[in-house]
């Protein structure tokens, strides 16, 4: 089976939304099977890290903030054991 080119090209100049939209139909059209479960699976991961958030079980900051935190630790160790 072949695409023709100017099909190909029709496609690339739709607009970004209309392209994502096509792209998520084609793969779920490649896709035979489905989890009939997996929504309520996902809707129980949610309902999870929402209880751990409420209740403060889970760091809420950023990846950004995260890595500068370790960061500032491995730096005040570095100056801490190099003042020794």
């Known amino acids: 089976m072949s695409i023709a ?6 496609v690339l100049a739709l607009p970004k939304e209309d392209r994502a939209f096509l792209a998520h139909q ?9 989890d009939t479960d997996a929504e309520a699976r996902w809707e129980e991961v949610i309902d999870r890290r929402s209880r751990e958030m409420n209740e403060g079980r889970v760091d809420e900051r950023s990846e950004e903030e995260m890595i500068q935190g370790v960061r500032t630790k491995l730096n005040a160790a570095r100056r801490h054991k190099s003042a020794r």
């Open 26 to 34: 084609l793969i779920t059209s490649l896709d035979d099977v489905v």
């Open 5 to 10: 080119a100017e099909k190909i090209a029709e």
